[in-house]
């Protein structure tokens, strides 16, 4: 079964400054792999994904992602942190089971931003 | 477009009782949803698939005839907590694909039981 390790359930950065959000998963197939952002008592919101093609994702709000194969890793960035981006941030890979694409997410990262 | 929809918002509900959380679709036909438990500060816990028309597979663990999980048509799949108990309070999130990897989450219901 896969798993997925978001390296650091805490993060602060400061406004302005390059946020790096980390996320490894375990697979010999490189999956689907997802990031979503949710804020206090809220669903999830897709940030961004990776299916095929270019290996650099560029989704909402100014983040983007990597996908590399070689360290099986898809961290997430933003070169500029705004007070607006706190939030807890869950990376998620997908496997499919008779069809159907089931999520395995992260332990989340929670990001706080400073003044 | 993809939007998830749930209702309640959040319920308080007596020991015993049942609860029905309902899930939509608003603007696409959604194959399979799916339900997530979210305990405080944790991440999400899947715990089970339902597809239109047929019956929910569940997770591992979860109580099939405790979570009661309905999918009557391609917008709607409702989740029951039979006999609620304290320990069943918790964020309920649900989920809908339609027919693609990317699921799109509704906003939850906060369960607290008495």
């Known amino acids: 079964a896969q798993s997925v390790t978001q390296l650091g359930s805490h993060v602060s950065v400061s406004e302005g400054a390059l946020v790096l959000l980390r996320c490894n998963y375990s697979s010999s197939v490189p999956p689907y792999l997802f990031w979503y952002v949710q804020y206090p008592n809220q669903g999830l919101q897709l940030l961004l994904k990776y299916t095929t093609g270019a290996t650099l994702v560029k989704g909402i709000n100014g983040f983007e992602a990597e996908f590399k194969k070689s360290e099986t890793s898809f961290h997430l960035t933003k070169p500029s942190a705004h007070m607006s981006d706190a939030a807890e941030y869950f990376c998620?890979?997908?496997?499919?089971?008779?069809?159907?694409?089931?999520?395995?997410f992260g332990t989340g990262t929670r990001l706080k931003v400073l003044a | 477009g993809a939007v998830v929809s749930q209702h309640p918002s959040w319920v308080i509900c007596k020991s015993g009782t049942s609860v029905k959380i309902e899930c939509r679709s608003l603007?696409?036909?959604?194959?399979?949803m799916f339900w997530y438990r979210q305990f405080p500060k944790q991440s999400l816990m899947l715990m089970a698939t339902s597809n239109e028309g047929s019956k929910a597979t569940y997770e591992q663990g979860v109580e099939k005839d405790k979570f009661l999980i309905n999918h009557a048509s391609l917008t709607l799949s409702t989740l029951t907590v039979t006999s609620a108990h304290p320990e069943d309070s918790s964020f309920y999130i649900c989920s809908a694909t339609a027919q693609g990897e990317t699921q799109y989450f509704g906003p939850g219901t906060r369960l607290l039981v008495l």
């Open positions: 603007d696409f036909q959604a194959t399979t």
């Open positions: 998620a890979v997908s496997e499919t089971t008779s069809g159907t694409y089931k999520y395995i």
